[in-house]
């Protein structure tokens, strides 16, 4: 039988911290008593408990990581638009349909 290997390593060990800060927010804003918990030792909490916590931690670094992307994205999108389109003093200028005229 292969020996058990533990699978929830983070992947970035500096964001460890910020994990455990983001765990122990999370599980006061649900009213979970975090005196139980005795280090990194969740055990006294019931499975409930520590799926909630965990549930909401997934929820939260996915809307994180969609807020980046979608930042990341439109700031691509507006430096490619900048370097498309050179850049025109189009003040006091009318537009007929989708086409300026001076």
């Known amino acids: 039988?292969?020996?058990?290997?533990?699978?929830n390593r983070t992947l970035v060990p500096q964001a460890r911290q910020a994990l455990d800060q983001m765990k122990y927010e999370i599980a006061n804003e649900l009213n979970i008593?975090?005196?139980l918990i005795q280090g990194d030792y969740w055990g006294n909490l019931?499975?409930?408990d520590c799926g909630s916590v965990g549930g909401n931690m997934v929820k939260r670094m996915i809307e994180a990581a969609q807020a980046s992307l979608a930042a990341?994205?439109?700031a691509g999108v507006r430096q490619g638009f900048q370097e498309f389109v050179p850049s025109q003093d189009l003040t006091g200028t009318t537009w007929q349909g989708n086409y300026p005229t001076q």
């Open 72 to 74: 990341t994205t439109m």
């Open 46 to 48: 019931s499975a409930r």
């Open 33 to 35: 008593p975090t005196h």
């Open 1 to 7: 039988m292969p020996k058990s290997r533990r699978s």
